[in-house]
């Protein structure tokens, strides 16, 4: 399996403290609790991971100037309802529902408090302090969802945090803390200049042991690890672990190149692959958060996928890419603007479109309001679109292709060479698939899987609305539809399928029939 496979399948996930370990093992944890009631959370074990030398035989005179400048951040979660299911002690996580995914509540601990009465946790970050005046860079993470916050500097000195501003989509967050004299400070350094095999540093309170110093290098570029519109991490092999959230990464000068982020693990320790945000990219949304508190996105109101190769054959592209639309949303900037499903964005304000995650950066990088041009191919032409971007937290979403459909029994006429039988849309069927009046097209009845509809994704329950970007009311017009594709020459056929209220494309090639 490829790395990103690996990735996709075990769910890589950032936890309030370094990283939720997604994965077939459960991590083991403990809790206590003082007598306030605060529950800390502490990891049983950690795999350790062999360091490096540095050329020179020691980072010492590199650690002695930025250690003083790496801070603890401890919050105190907000309490939950009274009574509300806390399967796990940080349940205010965001990424609790993963957890809940792999595990259930298998291997996670009671809760410590009666069941009236509301528990709070405490939890452990890292960060580093950018500004004299106290200004602390940190995870969005490790203070989602907190009610107070508290920095430990280096020498030991508690001092309360304000938040300032926090992005989720970037995970990043920007405190202030008060101080009677100047703090040490780290200088930020050029990500885009890292190179896979240079050396880095990684500082932070792993598990909340004190402050830690690994060393190792970058292991590549560019990780996406579909936790966002922005991801384009460093991977290294430096160990962080839980508590590592928020601290810096530095190169062989001392400057920070990274905010390390998340880790993979099949274990709950480090592995060595961990994940930190690049520094060029912290470093322009840290200077947007103390200035305004918070980022405005742009939106276009669009659900797209990928094109792949029997896509590009299906509509007659030359070659796959740019990002191709499988829903336009009501009342969105991309409705009033015309844009179509089937519309393939291959470029945006003057940008080309390789693929999904270019069109998402992109849109989100422009300021609502802003008048940008869209590059589409429709129907086999190109053209251009203006449109009026708008503001959402949601903006562009990416249309998944693993989501489940809703089964049937019954049997249909059977579409040619690729393995499907469909039956029509009967008053029965849209009752008891709860579809509205004005719902046409065919549902998948059946599926050969030992043929090219199965390989491509195809499920019983879903229904197929429209045969290259054509529209059809019955599974005759479908069974129509698709053998003129495969009379016209053309090596796939695409189907625009409605599943569980959404849309997607799903390229089917005659060759595998």
Request: charged share 20%; net charge negative; proline share 7%.
């Amino acid at each position: 399996m490829s790395p990103l496979g690996i990735l996709r399948r075990h769910r890589v996930a950032a936890l309030l403290g370094a990283a939720l370990i997604i994965s077939p093992v459960v991590v083991s944890f403990a809790q206590s609790a003082n007598s306030t009631g605060v529950s800390k959370i502490v990891a049983t074990t950690q795999t350790p991971v062999a360091g490096i030398t540095a050329p020179n035989g020691s980072f010492a005179p590199i650690v002695a100037a930025d250690k003083p400048a790496v801070v603890t951040v401890t919050t105190i979660m907000k309490a939950q309802p009274a009574g509300a299911d806390d399967g796990m002690p940080l349940g205010n996580s965001p990424f609790d529902q993963y957890f809940r995914q792999f595990f259930g509540d298998q291997g996670m601990p009671a809760p410590q408090t009666p069941p009236q009465q509301a528990p709070r946790a405490e939890a452990l970050g890292s960060g580093f302090i950018v500004g004299a005046d106290g200004t602390i860079v940190t995870n969005n993470h490790v203070v989602d969802g907190a009610s107070s916050i508290k920095v430990t500097l280096d020498d030991g000195t508690e001092l309360p945090a304000k938040l300032v501003g926090r992005d989720a989509k970037n995970d990043l967050a920007v405190l202030k803390v008060k101080s009677d004299k100047p703090l040490p400070t780290v200088k930020w350094g050029d990500s885009d200049r890292l190179m896979t095999g240079d050396q880095v540093l990684a500082i932070g309170n792993p598990f909340g042991i004190g402050t830690t110093v690994t060393a190792g290098i970058v292991s590549a570029r560019g990780r996406d690890l579909h936790s966002g519109p922005f991801d384009d991490f460093i991977q290294i092999d430096a160990p962080i672990n839980h508590g590592n959230s928020g601290g810096p990464l530095v190169d062989v000068n001392g400057n920070v190149v990274g905010i390390n982020t998340a880790i993979y693990s099949p274990n709950g320790g480090s592995v060595g692959v961990g994940f930190a945000i690049p520094s060029d990219q912290a470093q322009k949304v840290v200077a947007k958060l103390m200035k305004d508190g918070s980022i405005q996105y742009g939106y276009l109101g669009v659900e797209i996928q990928e094109v792949t190769p029997d896509v590009a054959s299906a509509i007659g592209l030359d070659h796959p890419g740019g990002a191709l639309v499988s829903k336009v949303n009501d009342s969105s900037p991309a409705a009033s603007a015309g844009v179509e499903a089937g519309d393939v964005i291959t470029g945006f304000a003057g940008q080309d479109v390789k693929d999904p995650k270019d069109l998402s950066r992109a849109v989100a990088d422009v300021a609502p309001g802003a008048k940008e041009t869209l590059d589409v191919w429709r129907k086999g032409k190109a053209m251009q679109i203006s449109v009026d971007v708008g503001q959402n937290s949601d903006d562009v979403k990416t249309a998944s292709a693993d989501d489940s459909g809703t089964p049937s029994a019954e049997q249909g006429s059977r579409a040619p060479a690729i393995g499907l039988g469909l039956m029509d849309i009967t008053p029965d069927i849209r009752q008891e698939m709860n579809l509205a009046a004005n719902e046409h097209g065919a549902v998948v009845a059946r599926v050969s899987p030992d043929k090219a509809a199965a390989a491509a994704g195809i499920q019983p329950g879903d229904i197929i609305v429209a045969v290259n970007q054509a529209p059809v009311k019955s599974a005759k017009q479908v069974t129509q539809a698709i053998a003129q594709a495969s009379k016209s020459g053309r090596k796939s056929v695409l189907l625009l399928v409605e599943r569980d209220g959404g849309q997607l494309y799903v390229a089917v090639p005659f060759a595998n029939g």
